[in-house]
């Protein structure tokens, strides 16, 4: 096969699978995604490796695991010393570029200890996930007693301030915040203004400002191989989104909750915390799903329009001719279901996410308009791109498996027949509530073809048999009847855990070499 030229890595942050029209959303029309998905390959089985903005994201850039690498929450640094995709890219002669979020944060004390500085390019690199910064801007502008969440600057307010939103913080106050009928700010942190337009010109709302950066780096790249991680904050809450979208859909468009009452009944202790919760709480009432999932389809519509934006460009210049495309999401979104909101724990809506891929090459004409059901992991996304680009092989450290092959057409008989994602909750009240150490706040789950397993440290498992319960209303892991299908499936994770790639600094191919060379260095051993 020839080599990929460019890749375009979209990513929309909270992003539900179901939320396309090309997934069975039977009110969302997404026809510019929609179209890149006829002209690709949509993998309706995809799952994260953590439903966790950050530790998801590392996943995705380094393709390995949580537990391997460590960036285990929002904010967590990657440690010095992780390949990431940037890494990997740049063997090839391929630039990899980020126009957007990474949620990264860096790990200033390995910095210090090897005495790299932070303004170097090597110190910029791993401070960003090892990409290079074309512009970043993670989009949670939000300000309390202590200060901003985030302390670095931010570009995208910066430029609402040179286009005259006069504001300290215009995220804020105009971007995600609407107007009530006093004529008074009413903050998009408030869930019952999600009805409200932003207070802001369309085409300058988040969404649209990084739609025109990318345009702008593509632009400038030229002739120049390149990977750009385009990765956008929204349908990311606060839910709020300008005119005309904000009025685009109502409570009569909302699909019917998928949640049951029986689900509150004998709950599991870790589940129970979380539904339980604040957010968990409020989105028990059809009140609040009925103001914020209008929005939350508003923001997806605005997103897709944009990506209509985006594909003409690419069509007009010629680039959709040569660039490798995906679509993707960090996790979903609960939105009320199973009682609950925001994302976190394993159900469906929280840990699956949509994945297009377009691949430009005639190789992949035979697939293009199809959907894959193969079960596909985040971490897939490396070693496809390493593939795609001819970059060497790194399969001693990604645990993560190429998708050029489902590209083609050719599923090989060893492909995986279960999807693997993790969660470390003790950063959460829950884990105090519940008397958990910070150490032992872990869950995971194995989702195979028919059974979902999550096992939780210290605690009874959950089980749900996905063939005749797809709801996952019915927990049977304190079922008698279901232990045997509970110790088969603690097997199964215990050999995904196992399979760590913990020998990262020597390649397959070198322990070879090593056991070949054995005894010509002039060591004997066991000779009599």
């Avoid at 949509?42 to 966790?52: E, L």
């Avoid at 297009?356 to 005639?362: G, T």
């Amino acid at each position: 096969m020839r080599k990929t030229k460019n890749i375009l890595f979209i990513m929309f942050d909270q992003l539900r699978f179901d939320y396309l029209s090309c997934a069975g959303h039977k009110t969302l029309e997404t026809p510019n995604i929609d179209r890149l998905a006829s002209m690709g390959v949509r993998f309706s089985r995809t799952y994260v490796q953590s439903p966790i903005c950050g530790s998801s994201r590392m996943s995705f850039y380094t393709g390995r695991y949580v537990h391997s690498h460590g960036a285990q929450w929002n904010g967590h640094p990657l440690k010095v010393g992780e390949h990431t995709m940037g890494d990997h890219l740049r063997s090839s002669g391929m630039d990899c570029w980020l126009i957007g979020k990474t949620h990264m944060k860096a790990d200033i004390a390995g910095l210090n200890r090897l005495g790299i500085a932070h303004d170097g390019i090597i110190g910029a690199r791993v401070a960003e996930c090892g990409f290079d910064v074309y512009i970043r801007d993670d989009g949670l502008w939000a300000e309390g007693p202590d200060g901003f969440y985030d302390n670095r600057r931010s570009p995208y307010n910066e430029y609402l301030k040179s286009k005259g939103y006069a504001a300290e913080n215009p995220w804020h106050d105009y971007a995600n915040a609407g107007v009530d009928d006093q004529g008074e700010m009413a903050s998009g942190w408030l869930t019952k203004n999600a009805d409200k337009p932003a207070n802001i010109r369309e085409e300058d709302s988040e969404t649209p400002w990084l739609t025109s950066r990318t345009i702008d780096f593509i632009e400038e790249r030229g002739d120049t191989p390149w990977c750009a991680h385009v990765s956008y904050i929204k349908p990311h809450w606060p839910y709020i989104v300008p005119a005309p979208y904000h009025g685009m859909y109502g409570h009569n468009h909302i699909q019917p909750v998928n949640r049951d009452p029986a689900e509150k009944q004998n709950t599991h202790p870790v589940y129970d915390q979380f539904l339980n919760n604040a957010v968990g709480k409020m989105f028990h009432k059809d009140e609040v799903r009925d103001v914020v999932i209008p929005a939350y389809m508003g923001l997806i519509k605005q997103c897709d329009d944009q990506m209509g934006r985006l594909f003409t460009f690419l069509e007009d210049s010629g680039r959709m001719d040569d660039t490798m495309i995906v679509i993707t999401s960090d996790h979903g979104d609960y939105l009320g279901d199973h009682w609950m909101g925001e994302k976190e724990l394993f159900h469906e809506v929280s840990v699956r996410v949509p994945l297009i891929v377009y691949d430009p090459r005639p190789e992949a004409d035979a697939t293009r308009g199809t959907a894959c059901a193969e079960l596909v992991e985040a971490i897939d996304l490396v070693p496809t791109f390493l593939e795609a680009t001819g970059a060497p092989d790194a399969s001693h450290r990604l645990e993560g498996r190429s998708l050029c092959g489902l590209l083609r057409g050719e599923t090989p008989d060893d492909w995986r027949t279960a999807a693997f994602s993790e969660i470390d909750y003790s950063f959460y009240a829950a884990r105090q509530t519940l008397g958990v150490g910070v150490a032992d706040a872990r869950g995971y789950m194995l989702r195979s073809e028919r059974w979902k397993y999550i096992y939780f440290t210290g605690f009874p498992p959950q089980l749900f048999d996905l063939e005749n319960d797809p709801d996952e209303y019915t927990d049977l892991g304190r079922s008698a009847a279901h232990a045997d299908v509970c110790d088969t499936m603690k097997d199964m994770l215990l050999e995904r855990l196992l399979k760590r790639r913990n020998r990262v600094t020597i390649t397959d191919q070198g322990v070879v070499e090593v056991r070949s060379g054995e005894g010509k260095g002039g060591i004997l051993i066991g000779n009599w």
